[in-house]
């Protein structure tokens, strides 16, 4: 599949919904598209479709009204082993064969598509070293014999081992302790960086979803659609009391996490700021912040420590947020 019959829009709802037999509405007719090689992160409270709506992508759930397209094509015209063999799917419980080794496990989509022996073990090294499981060491350990977070990392593996165009990602750091988890958060950004997949991800974390969504789409109980924006607007410019409330009194601390240090208005560096802490040119606003307040000058150099691109004060940091906030405001009027 290719998104290409379709725009730059990978993944496409136009009036999908869910109803059960029963009546119940898991999702209301719904409107939203994953563009090509986004992260997409669909969040909210328990109850709110967000699961059902990522299943309606590869029909473990289908829609009542609507259609959903992945790559330009109604996955109801899709024949249902093509489509999701043209998915990775990642779930929390990670869903390995306990009687399998790593490298089994990882091997199953390409033993489906019959590719040769060496094909697949070659494509399975690869993506072993891809999560940072070195073959040589984890390929032939059985899933009782990892860690949480390293069955995670094989679960991606093998949801990535085919090179599907689309990844489905069902709560994947949900049961993994939060060091662990923060740390898969990173290895996920680093890893699609590389591979630039159309990702869609299911999470009640409005935390995670800041920190992993080039999008977010926020769901509330009932399955409605809040509002469907990037995190810097889902943040600076709430569409409705609920996503206001979602999101939380600390909305402002969220902005500044995906906002750039160097949005900071930063000041020229002076002889006097020789010595001052330096923070990187590519950290957060909230990471300089963090440090910014360990000081005792009140102030940060950003970027060469020898050759800074300017200094960060607390002004700076508000300015900012007002700046960054307005941008916010615009974006969605």
């Known amino acids: 599949m290719n998104a290409t019959e379709f725009g730059d829009a990978m993944i496409s709802f136009k009036g999908a919904s869910k109803t059960y ?14 563009r090509e090689g986004e992260v997409c992160v669909l969040v909210g409270e328990s109850g709110c479709g967000k699961t059902t709506t990522m299943r309606m992508i590869n029909r473990l759930q289908e829609p009542t009204t609507g259609v959903v397209e992945v790559g330009g094509r109604d996955v109801m015209t899709v024949p249902l082993k093509e489509l999701r063999l043209g998915m990775g799917y990642v779930i929390q419980q990670i869903g390995l064969f306990p009687h399998l080794t790593v490298r089994k496990n990882v091997a199953t989509v390409c033993n489906l598509l019959k590719w040769d022996k060496q094909k697949t073990n070659n494509r399975v090294d690869e993506m072993l070293e891809l999560v940072g499981l070195p073959p040589e060491e984890f390929a032939n350990r059985y899933p009782h014999q990892l860690s949480g977070g390293q069955r995670q990392r094989v679960g991606v593996a093998r949801a990535l081992a085919a090179d599907p165009p689309v990844l489905l990602m069902d709560e994947p750091f949900g049961a993994i302790d939060p060091i662990a988890r923060n740390r898969l958060q990173d290895e996920f950004l680093a890893l699609q960086a590389r591979v630039r997949k159309t990702v869609v991800i299911v999470t009640h974390d409005i935390d ?26 889902v943040l600076g410019d709430p569409a409705t009391e609920f996503v206001a409330e979602f999101t939380g009194t600390d909305r402002s601390l969220k902005l500044l996490a995906v906002t750039p240090v160097e949005s900071g208005e930063l000041e020229p560096t002076t002889a006097a700021d020789a010595n001052l802490a330096t923070v990187p040119a590519d ?10 307040l360990d000081t005792t000058e009140g102030k940060v150099k950003v970027g060469d420590p020898a050759n800074p691109d300017g200094v960060l004060t607390m002004d700076g940091v508000r300015r900012a947020l007002r700046i960054t906030t307005a941008e916010a ?5």
């Open 21 to 34: 037999p029963d009546g119940t509405v898991a999702v209301h007719p719904l409107d939203l598209e994953v």
């Open 208 to 233: 995670e979803a800041v920190k992993l969504g080039d999008r977010i789409a926020v769901m509330r109980r009932g399955g409605y659609l809040d509002q469907y924006a990037t995190p810097a607007e």
């Open 283 to 292: 950290y957060s606003l909230r990471e300089s912040l963090a440090v910014l």
């Open 329 to 333: 405001e615009a974006a969605t009027e």
